[in-house]
């Protein structure tokens, strides 16, 4: 099937548009029936992240709106992906998820895996919203027919983009501990009802567990200028680097709690750290400072930022190349996504499949130009370095851009010390407040 054609190439690109890291993996069961119950943010990345990661194959159920010509239809089954009607395309639609119910039913009671996205609609912000109960629904719908003793395992995924649109962000997907639908046979007997709706919250507090919630809109803003400000510095203070994946997930979770707390303990202080945020910001705007990650750079003197300034040098031609031979695609893809793609929630997915296909018509182009011109032997061995000197491209990026900050925080060495003095200390001093 295609699904097994495209996984490869799926999550090689994936883990190069993302970098993504992965945690509770021991959470996900082998052999039993599993619904993958994750929040939704970021359109068709989400269930591939999870795809991938799994050893099984998982079915995925997506809005019916998807499905709307007879070919998609085709490459989606192929996909592994099936609709799932919702009652805003009307009653009448959603009568068909009978279907989509039973199909969910024949594939647990085979012990397969499932996603279901119980938030029902996909929306980029920190938080959880109120979840349905069509999951709970269905789990219990196959649960009765085999008088519970399927045990039916619901598994949270947690969806943790720092920036979901954006290049090389960091992404954590946390995989909850298994929920067992079993366990609520007798308050099903009992109260249907009741047993759905407990069952629906239970899946929705663990999946609050596994996200960073920022619990209250009207600090959306804070939520992210603290990230920026003083995440990088938590971070250090703990001896972790600025882009730790996993911790900077870890932080990001501390600091929400830490808003949310405050906003209900003591709003005034809420206020107050907006403020220190703001002349913070203010006085990098001030002083030119476009990349505020120069606050959090360490000085390790002159002699060893020129060591690594002449790497750089270096470097270049070896970097033109994998340029060259690998850039071109990206960077068509990312051009295009902006001028026709005006939805964020699906940004990061057209970005991503579309350089995805555009690297691979690049790819094989070059190889069939380097194949006519240099034969065969050549072309073989360009098949195999143009992937590495793509490997390479993103870590010589990744490295030059270090280099860089620290070369521009070494030119204002003494404007910067002045901002960590006296505005990022306010900053820190009134979040420990």
Known sequence: MLYSFVRPFVTIFHNVFYRIHYRGLENIPMGKPVVFAPNHVNGFVDPIVIAIACKQKVRFFARSDVFNS??????????????????????????????????????LAENKSILIFPEGDCVQEKR??????????????????????????????????????????????EFGKPISAASYA??????????????????????????????YPENDDLFKQLCLLLKPKLLV?????????????????????????????NPANIDSLKKACEACLVELKKNNIQDALQLFVPNTGMLNLIFHLFVCVL??????????????A????????????????????????????????????????????????????????????????????????????????????????????????AVVEAYRK
């Open 237 to 265: 203070d703990k001896g972790f680097e600025v882009d730790n994946v996993e911790q900077g997930y870890l932080m990001e979770k501390e600091i929400a709690a830490k808003i949310s707390n405050t906003q209900n303990v």
């Open 315 to 328: 470097a270049v031609p070896l970097f033109t190349v994998a340029f060259l031979v690998n850039a071109p």
């Open 70 to 107: 007879s070919l998609k239809k085709r490459i989606l089954n192929s996909l592994s992906v099936s609709p799932m009607y919702r009652i805003r395309e009307g009653f009448a639609e959603v009568k068909k998820n009978e279907q989509a119910f039973e199909e969910c039913k024949k594939l």
């Open 330 to 425: 990206y960077l068509i893809s990312g051009w295009l996504t902006k001028r026709m793609v005006k939805d964020n929630v699906f940004v990061g997915s057209f970005a991503l499949n579309l350089g995805m296909i555009f690297w691979l018509v690049q790819y094989t182009v070059e190889l069939l130009t380097i194949k006519s011109l240099l034969g065969n032997y050549n072309a073989l061995i360009c098949a195999m370095a143009i992937p590495i000197l793509g490997m390479y491209l993103l870590f010589f990026t990744s490295y030059a851009k270090k280099v860089l900050r620290r070369l521009s925080a070494f030119s204002r060495v003494n404007t910067l010390d002045a901002i960590r003095a006296k505005h990022l200390t």
């Open 128 to 173: 959880i919203r109120k979840l349905k109960k069509g999951l709970a629904r269905i789990v219990f719908y196959t649960e009765e027919a085999f008088n519970f003793e399927k045990d039916v395992l619901v598994v949270p995924v947690g969806l943790n983009y720092s920036e979901p649109t954006k290049f090389r962000s960091n992404l954590c997907v």
């Open 186 to 215: 007798n308050s099903y007997k009992e109260n249907k009802a009741k047993a759905i709706t407990d069952f629906t919250q239970e899946i929705e507090d663990s999946l609050k567990g596994a996200v960073v919630v920022q619990k």
